[in-house]
T-cell receptor
Framework: AQSVAQPEDQVNVAEGNPLTVKCTYS??????LFWYVQYPNRGLQFLLK??????LVKGSYGFEAEFNKSQTSFHLKKPSALVSDSALYFC??????????????FGIGTKLQVIP | KAGVTQTPRYLIKTRGQQVTLSCSPI?????VSWYQQTPGQGLQFLFE???????NKGNFPGRFSGRQFSNSRSEMNVSTLELGDSALYLC????????????FGPGTRLLVL
């Protein structure tokens, strides 16, 4: 069964500092990996995804993520945090086996708090 | 393009009642998925529909059911509501293929008293 782990319930970072939100996954076959962000009382917004190719993926609002196959990780990063980045971040994975569609599995979410 | 819409946005029911939630996907999207979001549990997958067929199903009891219509609109139904069904129910649509991005609606917040 596929799974996603976000080991930190909350990450605190000072404004202007780099941030990292961690995600590891377990899936059969090649993974499709996603990051979403949720602001209070809103639905989820897509940030970026890894399908294939370059391990470093760039997304919306200056975020990027690095796919590491050997460590089965897909950590979200940003060089300089903004107070407006404070939100709930979800990592998700879907197994990419050909011939079938696996469900999307989400992590439990990591709350990012950027301190002014 | 209009985004994913969900109705109603808020709902209050009592235990034992049933409820139907509706989702209209982005125009042209043929896949619709449903998730239950609760504090501490993250997003739990309910089901995924594609072209009126259930493509995947999560680990929820049979009280939770869904369907998709020919215009890709989807409904989910929860019968015999329990207090633990109180949650934010999110709908997401995507074009077709599994590597494509899911686009989420604002959700329906269900409170069961």
């Amino acid at each position: 069964a596929q799974s996603v782990a976000q080991p930190e319930d909350q990450v605190n970072v000072a404004e202007g500092n780099p941030l990292t939100v961690k995600c590891t996954y377990s899936v059969s076959g090649n993974p499709y990996l996603f990051w979403y962000v949720q602001y209070p009382n809103r639905g989820l917004q897509f940030l970026l995804k890894y399908i294939t190719g370059d391990n470093l993926v760039k997304g919306s609002y200056g975020f990027e993520a690095e796919f590491n196959k050997s460590q089965t990780s897909f950590h979200l990063k940003k060089p300089s945090a903004l107070v407006s980045d404070s939100a709930l971040y979800f990592c998700a994975v879907r197994g990419g086996n050909s011939g079938g569609y696996q469900k999307v599995t989400f992590g439990i979410g990591t709350k990012l708090q950027v301190i002014p | 393009k209009a985004g994913v819409t969900q109705t109603p946005r808020y709902l209050i029911k009592t235990r034992g009642q049933q409820v139907t939630l509706s989702c209209s996907p982005i125009s042209g999207h043929r896949s619709v998925s449903w998730y239950q979001q609760t504090p501490g549990q993250g997003l739990q997958f309910l089901f995924e529909y594609f072209s009126e067929t259930q493509r995947n199903k999560g680990n929820f009891p049979g009280r939770f059911s869904g369907r998709q219509f020919s215009n890709s609109r989807s409904e989910m139904n929860v019968s015999t509501l329990e207090l633990g069904d109180s949650a934010l129910y999110l709908c997401a649509s995507s074009p077709q293929a599994p590597q494509e991005t899911q686009y989420f609606g604002p959700g329906t917040r269900l409170l069961v008293l």
